[in-house]
Structure formats: structure tokens, C-alpha cells
């Protein structure tokens, strides 16, 4: 992931030039950003120890199988997926920019330099909650809070997250019989989308 972002206080922003709108994945890549400034060693330490471990790197495998590229065209393709991407995508959320960021990161995989950092298990599972825990939580929230304020449409796209319609969908996707298999098959391979779901909500400072 790339390095570095500039913070603009409240202040500096009142008597700087109108700045060009961001669509809503280059918000995330402001939190992403500001991730790995703060929390990219860290990060990079958990991962290198969780790799001595087998349930840890059965998932990594997983993920670049063609078993695991078909489970995903196939989740696409479900009427209720659709439906979720239609209500994003109202709001310019582009899920194949987050399905792509996440093939980046796989590809990015690679060996580092053993170190000592502390870690709580060895899946997949126990790794996200590691990495969320370095996470920089006071300044993403901050971040999160001064786009809330300052920037209209990502106002607008996280309240329509969290709408009752939003739930509905969502909510649909999960009952689809067809979609619960395919998370299962995910699951015994170690990766849990439920606690992808509270990574993604930590990106944003949502903890």
C-alpha cells in the first residue's frame, strides 16, 4: 500500500481553493493511507509471524486458487449481490475498486523478516483482529468524523448505509441459500466474511 497523507485541519481547509469531490473509494484510500502510516510496521510484523503458521497460510493459498476466483464470479452473479452493488453503486461505491484493492493485496504477498511481534492465534481470523488492534483508532475516527462534516456525499453514502432499506438488502444476501454455502466454503477455508466486515468497518474508524 502506498505511503503518506496529508491532514487538513478545519481551519486551513476554510481558506483553501475548492478542492475536486472525491468519489467514495478514494476516501477509503485516505483511511487506508493513513493505515500504514501509522500502523504499517506493525502490520507487516503480525503478518510475517502469522506466516510460520499452517491454518494462517491454507487461507492465503486459498485466495489464489481458481476455486476461489469462481466462488467469487459466482457470488456476483446472485440477483441479491447484484442488489447490493445497484444500492453502492447509487452512491458511486464501486465494490469491483475494493474486490480489486483486495487482489492487489494478495498479489503484494510475500516473504518478510521474521520479528517478535505479539500475536493472538494463527488463522486467518486471529490475524485481522491482530491488525485491527494496531490500527490507528483515534485518528481514523477523526478522519472519519471531518469527512461526515466536510464532504457531502460521503455524508450522504454512510447514512444510506445505514438505512433501513440498506438493511433490507443486506439483509437478503444473507438469506439466499445459494450465497450462505458459498460463505461456509470461505469459512472452512478460514476466511470469515463476518470478520471481514469488521475490518472493513475499522478501516473507517467504525470500531
Not at 131 to 158: M, N, Q, S, T
Request: with cysteine; glycine share 2%.
Amino acid at each position: 500500500m502506498k505511503v503518506a497523507i496529508i491532514l487538513l485541519s478545519i481551519v486551513s481547509l476554510s481558506f483553501s481553493a475548492p478542492q475536486p469531490r472525491k468519489i467514495f473509494h478514494e476516501h477509503a484510500e485516505d483511511f487506508l493511507e493513513l493505515i500504514m502510516q501509522e500502523s504499517n510496521d506493525e502490520i507487516m510484523q503480525i503478518f510475517e509471524s502469522y506466516l510460520e503458521f499452517e491454518e494462517f497460510t491454507k487461507s492465503l493459498d486459498y485466495m489464489t486458487t481458481s476455486d476461489f476466483k469462481q466462488l467469487v464470479y459466482e457470488m456476483e452473479s446472485l440477483p441479491e449481490f447484484k442488489a447490493v452493488v445497484d444500492f453502492l453503486e447509487n452512491d458511486n461505491i464501486d465494490i469491483l475498486y475494493f474486490i480489486d484493492r483486495l487482489n492487489e493485496i494478495i498479489e503484494e504477498i510475500q516473504e518478510v523478516k521474521r520479528t517478535r511481534q505479539e500475536i493472538s492465534g494463527k488463522d486467518m481470523t486471529a490475524y485481522i483482529n491482530d491488525c485491527i488492534a494496531v490500527f490507528p483508532k483515534d485518528k481514523l475516527v477523526a478522519l472519519f468524523e471531518e469527512k461526515v462534516a466536510e464532504d457531502e456525499e460521503f455524508r450522504v453514502a454512510i447514512e444510506n448505509l445505514q438505512s433501513d432499506e440498506w438493511d433490507q438488502i443486506w439483509n437478503a444476501l444473507w438469506e439466499n441459500e445459494t450465497f450462505l454455502e458459498e460463505a461456509n466454503i470461505l469459512l472452512e477455508n478460514g476466511i470469515d466474511l463476518q470478520v471481514l466486515l469488521v475490518e472493513l468497518k475499522a478501516v473507517f474508524g467504525q470500531f
